[in-house]
Structures are given as C-alpha cells and as structure tokens.
C-alpha cells in the first residue's frame, strides 16, 4: 500500500492547517491510520491515530485540544485538522497505516506502511 501526505506548509502562531493522507495500491484493508511527526535532532513521535472504524481516537497529549484526526467513509483517507498551532508543531509529519487486524492506533510499532513527509512549519 502507498500513502500520499499532503496539506503541510507555512503557517503563522495561533493558524491552522489540515494533512491529508490518502492510500492507494494494492487492495489492503487499513485497520488504523495515523500520524507521527519528527522534528530536528528529535525522535519521529505519535501525534494521533484513528480505528478502522473512526471510531476510536487518540492523541498526543501535546496536541489534544488542538489537533483533530477523522477518516473519509472510503476509509482510505485521513486527516489531521491542526488549530492553534505552536512553533513546537514545527516537523516533517508523516502518516502510517497498519495494514493487519490485531493492534493499536496509537503504538509505532504497530504501524507497518509508511508515507513521505510533509514539513509543516510554525512561525512566530
């Protein structure tokens, strides 16, 4: 399975941005879909993830508040609504799927296909 980021840029204190994630290839069912982001000389971190179904959610506790994660019906598609966003939101994020039944939508480890980054940069 591929996964294609975009919606990342340029964006000042306090504005918004919305990350979408759609995957695509071979037919595979993405039990969860997620997000991580990795900022300079900083590990790649959890942001939020999302079930199969939509209904299970979680978050990072940096971003809950602020940051909302949502699938399309196709359940091949993700977003991340990101408000209120800080210069410490500054990263490349990447998005992830897990492609098997059994795990969590909030461990890395669990996550086993990967898309590109996408830099979003937070200015003061």
């Known amino acids: 399975v591929q996964l294609q980021a975009s919606g990342g840029g340029k964006v000042q204190v306090g504005g918004s941005l919305r990350l979408t994630c759609a995957a695509s290839g071979r037919t595979t069912k993405t039990y969860a879909m997620g997000w991580f982001r990795q900022a300079p000389g900083r590990e790649r971190e959890f942001v939020a993830g999302?079930?199969?179904?939509?209904?299970?959610?979680a978050y990072a506790d940096s971003v809950k508040g602020r940051f909302t994660i949502s699938r399309a019906d196709d359940e091949n598609t993700v977003y991340l609504q990101m408000n209120s966003l800080r210069p410490e939101d500054t990263a490349v994020y990447y998005c992830?799927?897990?492609?098997?039944?059994?795990?969590?939508?909030?461990?890395?480890?669990?996550?086993?296909?990967w898309g590109q980054g996408t830099q979003v940069t937070v200015s003061s």
């Open positions: 992830a799927t897990r492609t098997y039944y059994s795990g969590s939508y909030s461990q890395e480890r669990d996550f086993d296909s």
């Open positions: 999302i079930s199969w179904s939509g209904k299970g959610t």
